[in-house]
């Protein structure tokens, strides 16, 4: 039998024929659900033996390159992928979401440098497809309750905030990572819906939360030295 590979009619492209190529690359059967969440150009979950791919409808109009480094990603689950992110800077300006609104973001702190770690971790885990600000959030008054949330995830203004508690010499900079990591998470993941109750740390998000670096050192230092949770 001959194996013919399937080649992309680019200038007209459809969503059908993307996902057979996807399929061709990654050996595996690929559900795509294209979107236009600006927020997470690309995100994918294995389940039994398919593939489960939420990518942003601009993508159809990537090159052969672009869609390859993504199927390579995918199949990795690692790279930095340079050519999806130079697609998403000449295009950015097509995506079809709603014009933010102006935000003030403080990402640098007096002992972390929040948007530093963002840009790692989201090079690291992401392959730089999360496009969500950062920063520091408000202090609390002291009279705040002692088990502080120490971050949140807004899917309406697409905003990160990191509690300032975190920004001090004593909280190792491993912590404030695994805490950036997890609202980059529920960035990437959503919050799924279990009939009518969401669900904000599915079975998905556990597994993936597990897969940061120093998952195991921060969890130590939290039951350790504090009594904190984070939504």
Do not use: C
């Not at 399937?6 to 399929?23: D, G, N």
């Not at 059967?29 to 489960?52: E, G, I």
């Not at 800077?89 to 097509?94: A, I, T, W």
């Amino acid at each position: 039998m001959t194996h013919t590979q399937l080649t992309l009619p680019f200038s007209v492209r459809t969503e059908s024929a993307f996902r057979q190529h996807l399929e061709e690359r990654l050996n595996k059967p690929v559900s795509l659900v294209l979107t236009d969440n600006a927020t997470t150009m690309l995100s994918f979950r294995k389940k039994d033996a398919a593939l489960f791919i939420r990518l942003h409808r601009l993508f159809l109009n990537a090159d052969l390159p672009v869609i390859d480094e993504i199927a390579s990603f995918v199949r990795d689950r690692k790279g930095a992928m340079p050519r999806f992110r130079e697609f998403l800077r000449l295009h950015r300006e097509s995506l079809a979401a709603k014009p933010a609104r102006k935000r003030s973001l403080r990402a640098k702190g007096r002992h972390h440098d929040l948007q530093d770690l963002y840009d790692r971790i989201n090079s690291e885990y992401f392959g730089n497809s999360i496009t969500a600000g950062i920063t520091w959030g408000s202090r609390s008054p002291r009279s705040a309750v002692r088990k502080r949330t120490v971050g949140s995830y807004s899917e309406r203004s697409k905003v990160i905030r990191i509690n300032p508690v975190l920004d001090r010499k004593t909280v190792p900079r491993f912590y404030v990572g695994f805490i950036v990591y997890h609202e980059m998470l529920h960035a990437a993941l959503g919050t799924p819906m279990q009939g009518k109750r969401r669900i904000v740390h599915s079975r998905e998000f556990r597994e993936r939360e597990r897969l940061f670096q120093d998952y195991d050192r921060a969890m130590a230092w939290e039951r350790g030295d504090r009594k904190t949770n984070s939504a």
